[in-house]
């Protein structure tokens, strides 16, 4: 698999997620998610002032003047609405999104999030990853599951600076599906493609087994969404 359907497989799972509501896609992988939930279901909202966000547009119709947070085009839907930055924080602060997918650098098994610095590495902000996490009513990750160095993202405790402590609900990278409860992580979902015995080398977080456990075949569900 390419990078890019790696990342699209990992956004259309996440997608599988939202069953209706109000939801922020962070920047990322997250901004994929627009392009696979069915319309009129779930609501997208975008830090930068957009609540309706549509799916990608193709090239030839994009706007330089619609943009997602991370500056990257969009399209919008016929309900959708456009304010400043002040109104668009506080709805994210004020416990009005039901959901926030997000990326994220590592995830602790206890649901802590580190999404922002890499000591050592500069550093642009924490931006608005902290409003978003605190405020959601659930935490979504879409990430890769190991780093470009093959470094684990899914780790017992996180050792970079924390955006937020045990707020994440769920875990979506190209291997598997992870949940916590009650600080506890628990395997849900595990593609065909990979063993317990790889999953366990790049997970580095210990895990149980969900009593939901389910085996999908990951090239079957690409090549029927390609």
């Known amino acids: 698999m390419t990078d890019l359907t790696v990342k699209r497989y990992i956004a259309w799972r996440a997608a599988q997620e939202l069953q209706a509501g109000v939801v922020n896609l962070g920047i990322g992988i997250p901004t994929l998610v627009a392009d696979?939930?069915?319309?009129g279901l779930v609501t997208l909202h975008s830090e930068n002032g957009i609540l309706g966000v549509g799916p990608s547009p193709v090239p030839e119709d994009e706007d330089p003047d619609l943009i997602?947070?991370?500056?990257?085009?969009?399209?919008?839907?016929?309900?959708?609405?456009?304010?400043d930055s002040s109104l668009s924080f506080a709805m994210m602060r004020g416990g009005h999104l039901d959901a926030t997918i997000i990326g994220a650098l590592?995830?602790?098994?206890?649901?802590?999030?580190?999404?922002w610095a890499i000591p050592g590495k500069d550093?642009?902000?924490?931006?608005?990853?902290?409003?978003?996490?605190?405020?959601?009513k659930r935490v979504i990750v879409a990430t890769t599951h190991v780093t470009p160095k093959g470094e684990p993202k899914i780790l017992s405790k996180c050792k970079y600076p924390l955006t937020a402590k045990g707020r994440v609900d769920t875990i979506i990278t190209e291997y598997a599906v992870f949940k916590i409860r009650q600080s506890k992580l628990?395997?849900?979902?595990?593609?065909?493609?990979i063993s317990f015995e790889d999953l366990n080398q790049i997970t580095e977080a210990p895990y149980e087994i969900g009593g939901n456990f389910k085996t999908v075949v990951r090239e079957e569900l690409m090549h029927a969404l390609s």
Do not use: R
């Open 36 to 39: 696979y939930l069915s319309p």
């Open 68 to 83: 997602n947070a991370g500056k990257a085009p969009v399209t919008i839907q016929p309900h959708s609405s456009f304010f």
């Open 106 to 115: 590592q995830v602790a098994a206890n649901g802590d999030i580190a999404s």
């Open 123 to 136: 550093v642009l902000g924490v931006g608005g990853a902290m409003d978003l996490v605190v405020g959601a």
């Open 186 to 193: 628990y395997l849900v979902e595990k593609v065909e493609e």
